[in-house]
C-alpha cells in the first residue's frame, strides 16, 4: 500500500505508478494528515515519488507514464563534496560542459511521433528540479564516466543511462536487490568484476561498477549483433527474455526492433527513458530546457592507498568529513576499506596529493585502531569478531591462525573503529536494505540518554532487550552510555499501512491524555515513545513523537 507514504520527507524511492483508486485514497488521506495541527513529519519515514523523490513532490508526480518502472531507494541525502573549480577555457575551442560534451557526441536514433518516448519526455521538461538535484549527485563522477566511455569506444549517450537506473545515486537499491549507481543485481555484479564481502560491495562503488557496465554493456551489444536498444532492454530485464521475445516475432512475421517486442511493461518504459533525455540534452535550446552546468574537467583522483584503512583516518588525512569520504566512496560497508581489497579511494583533486603525503608518512599497522582483547571462557572468534564489528577472517589473519581454535587467557589483536561507529552515518545507512530481520517491520525511533539511563531502563521502557538495543547502535554491552547520545529504537508494528511517524509541539493547555485523546493512541504509549514518566509535566513547545493511525485521526 504505498500510496500511503506519499508525502514531503528526505528519504526517498522512486518510480510510482498507482491506479485512480490509489491516487483518490492516498489525496483522501493527505487531507486527513493536513488537518493534524502543529505536526512534522519525522526525518526517519519513507516517501515515494517520481524520480529521486525531493521534497515537495506529491502524488500528481507518478503520472501514467511512470508505469512499469521499479521502486528505487535513496537511503541517505545527497551530500555535496566540495570539489575543485575547472580553470577558465576558451569557449570558442574547447567545451566547458561536459553534458554538451555528451550532447556533441550522442549517436541513438530518436523515433518520431513514438508515445511511449513522448511520455517520458513530457515528464522530464515538466521537472527542471529534477535534473537539479540528479546534477548533484552526478557531478563528482559524471566526468569519469564520459573518459571511460570514450577509451572503450562505446556511445557516450550510455553517460545518460544512471539517471534512468539511479537518478545518479550510488547509494541506491532497488526491491529486486539490484544496487549502486548502476543497478546490479548481486549474481550479475560479480560476474562482472564487482566483488562483494562483509566489508564492501562494489555495485556501490563508483570506479568498480562502471567498469563492470561497460563489459556488461559490451558483452550485450554484441550477443545482439551491435544492436544497443535491444542491449538496453536487456541490461534492464535479462538477455534470455529478449532473444525469447525476438525468436517469438520472429516466428509470427512481425518485425523484432525494440519497439515491436513483446516486453516486461518496465521495459517498455526504460529505453524510451534513455531516448527522452537524450533528445532533451540534444535540443535543449529548442526545449528550452537549462541542464545544470557540470566543469568539463576531472575533479576527482583515484588513490591506491594500498592496505586497509579506518575510513575516518582517510577522511582526515584529505582534510575531508567523513560524511564527504564516505559519498565519493560508497563501495564500502563498514568503517574501513576491506582487508583483501581492493584498496582504492576516489578524492578531490585537489585533495589526493595532501592525502598521498600523509599516508607515506603513515605505517600500514598505524591506519587502523586496535585493542588487545583477552579471550574470555565462551569466547568465539565468532563472537569477538561481532563484539568489535570486525569479521572472523580478519582476526585470524591478523593473529595468525591456522583455525577458529582460541583458548581462554591468550590475547587477540582485533582492529576497531577509530571513531564511535554511529559516526559513520552514510555507511550504516546504506546498509539499512540489508539490515537484520529484526528491523524490519519496526518504527524507528531516537532515544537521547539522560542523566541516570542505562541500557537496561531503556529497554523496559521500549519493551525491547539490551541485546538488540545493542545490536541496532553497534554497541557492546559494557559501553559508557554519553549523555546526549542518541540511540536506535525499533518498536511497534510499521506493517500497518495506515500508521505514521509524527513530532507533535506541545501547546499552552494540553495535558497527556488531552493529546491521547485527539490523536486515537494511550497515554502509555506516549510515554513509552517519547521515555517519560508519569508524573513529570509537559512544557510548551516540548516535541513529542506520535505513532498515528491516520485513519482514525
Not at 398 to 413: C, M, Q, R, S
Amino acid at each position: 500500500m504505498k500510496y500511503l507514504l506519499l508525502v514531503c520527507l528526505p528519504v526517498f524511492l522512486s518510480g510510482c505508478a498507482l491506479t485512480s483508486a490509489e491516487k483518490t485514497q492516498a489525496n483522501a488521506q493527505n487531507k486527513q494528515l493536513a488537518t493534524l495541527e502543529q505536526c512534522e513529519f519525522s526525518d526517519e519515514n519513507l516517501a515515494i515519488t517520481r524520480g529521486d523523490g525531493a521534497n515537495g513532490h506529491n502524488t500528481q508526480a507518478c503520472a501514467s507514464e511512470q508505469d512499469g518502472v521499479l521502486d528505487v531507494i535513496h537511503p541517505v541525502q545527497t551530500v555535496e563534496v566540495p570539489l575543485p573549480q575547472a580553470p577558465e577555457v576558451d569557449q570558442t575551442t574547447e567545451i566547458d560542459d561536459v553534458w554538451m560534451r555528451i550532447a556533441d557526441q550522442l549517436a541513438f536514433t530518436i523515433p518520431k511521433n513514438q508515445q511511449r518516448l513522448d511520455s517520458q519526455k513530457k515528464w522530464y521538461l515538466k521537472h527542471p528540479d529534477y535534473m537539479s538535484r540528479v546534477a548533484k549527485r552526478a557531478r563528482p563522477f559524471l566526468y569519469y564516466i564520459v573518459e571511460q566511455l570514450e577509451q572503450n569506444d562505446m556511445p557516450v549517450d550510455l553517460a545518460l543511462l544512471p539517471i534512468v537506473e539511479s537518478s545518479f545515486d550510488p547509494f541506491a537499491y532497488s526491491s529486486g536487490r539490484a544496487a549502486g549507481m548502476w543497478q546490479f543485481i548481486p549474481g550479475t555484479g560479480k560476474r562482472f568484476g564487482m566483488e562483494q564481502n562483509w566489508w564492501y560491495d562494489g555495485r556501490r562503488d563508483v570506479v568498480a561498477s562502471t567498469k563492470g557496465a561497460i563489459a556488461y554493456l559490451q558483452y550485450l551489444n554484441k550477443m545482439f549483433d551491435g544492436n544497443w536498444m535491444h542491449a538496453l532492454a536487456a541490461y534492464n530485464s535479462g538477455e534470455g527474455r529478449v532473444m525469447r521475445a525476438i525468436r517469438k516475432n520472429k516466428r509470427a512475421g512481425k518485425k523484432t526492433d525494440f519497439w515491436s517486442l513483446d516486453l516486461p511493461k518496465e521495459t517498455r518504459a526504460y529505453v524510451p527513458k534513455l531516448l527522452a533525455l537524450a533528445d532533451i540534452l540534444k535540443n535543449s535550446d529548442s526545449y528550452n530546457f537549462s541542464w545544470p552546468k557540470i566543469d568539463n574537467a576531472p575533479v576527482i583522483e583515484v588513490v591506491d592507498v594500498g592496505s586497509q584503512i579506518d575510513l575516518a583516518m582517510a577522511a582526515k588525512m584529505s582534510g575531508l568529513t567523513l560524511a564527504e569520504l564516505q559519498a565519493l566512496n560508497p563501495g564500502f560497508n563498514k568503517w574501513a576499506t576491506s582487508p583483501s581489497g581492493p584498496h582504492l579511494l576516489i578524492l578531490p583533486l585537489d585533495k589526493a596529493q595532501q592525502f598521498t603525503l600523509a599516508l607515506a608518512e603513515t605505517e600500514e599497522k598505524d591506519r587502523l585502531n586496535w585493542e588487545r582483547h583477552q579471550v574470555r571462557r565462551g569466547d568465539s572468534i565468532g563472537k569477538i569478531a561481532k563484539l568489535y564489528n570486525t569479521n572472523v577472517d580478519v582476526i585470524k589473519k591478523v593473529n595468525e591462525l591456522k583455525d577458529n581454535t582460541i583458548y581462554a587467557g591468550d590475547h587477540l589483536l582485533v582492529p576497531v573503529s577509530l571513531n564511535e561507529l554511529d559516526s559513520y552515518a552514510l555507511t550504516e545507512a546504506q546498509n539499512s536494505y540489508h539490515s537484520s530481520a529484526s528491523k524490519r517491520g519496526k518504527i524507528k525511533l531516537n532515544h537521547t540518554v539522560r542523566a541516570g539511563d542505562t541500557l537496561w531502563d531503556i529497554a523496559k521502557v521500549y519493551d525491547v532487550s539490551v541485546q538488540q538495543i545493542s545490536k541496532w547502535n553497534r554497541m557492546k554491552k559494557n559501553d559508557t552510555l554519553r549523555l546526549g547520545k542518541k540511540l536506535v529504537i525499533y518498536v511497534g508494528d510499521d506493517q500497518r499501512a495506515n500508521t505514521r511517524s509524527l513530532t507533535y509541539s506541545v501547546r499552552s493547555g494540553d495535558s497527556l491524555s488531552l493529546i491521547a485523546s485527539k490523536f486515537n493512541v494511550k497515554v502509555n504509549d506516549i510515554l513509552k515513545w517519547n521515555a517519560l514518566s508519569k508524573n513529570q509535566y509537559l512544557q510548551i513547545g516540548q516535541r513529542l513523537k506520535l505513532l498515528v493511525d491516520i485513519t482514525k485521526s
